[in-house]
Nanobody
Framework: HVQLVESGGGSVQAGGSLRLSCVASGDTIGRYCMGWFRQIPDKEREGIAG???????SYADSVKGRFTMSRDNTKNEVYLQMTSLKSDDTALYYC??????WGQGTQVTVS
């Protein structure tokens, strides 16, 4: 059973950058699609980025051109580089392995 732990969240001013990390343990993630979601209180969780086992990526329109997802299978980690952050990006950010396993999330606050 895989465990996912996100880190890298924090408070940043609008226009700033953050890099989120998600490390997996208990299973290797190299064969799996991984994703980043975010959630604001009282709203549904929103999928914002995904990466396939071959490294191909996809993004929600809301983050396209600003966020970049990557993976390092040797470290069993995925990342989300976030730039040009806006107040609308404020949320709890989760990573997921194939939409079946989820981390606890890391908070991003943009002011």
């Amino acid at each position: 059973h895989v465990q996912l732990v996100e880190s890298g969240g924090g408070s940043v001013q609008a226009g700033g950058s953050l890099r989120l990390s998600c490390v997996a343990s208990g299973d290797t993630i190299g064969r799996y699609c991984m994703g980043w979601f975010r959630q604001i209180p009282d709203k549904e969780r929103e999928g914002i980025a995904g990466i396939e086992s071959d490294g191909s990526t996809s993004y929600a329109d809301s983050v396209k051109g600003r966020f970049t997802m990557s993976r390092d299978n040797t470290k069993n980690e995925v990342y989300l580089q976030m730039t040009s952050l806006k107040s609308d990006d404020t949320a709890l950010y989760y990573c997921t392995k194939s939409f079946a396993s989820w981390g606890q999330g890391t908070q991003v606050t943009v002011s």
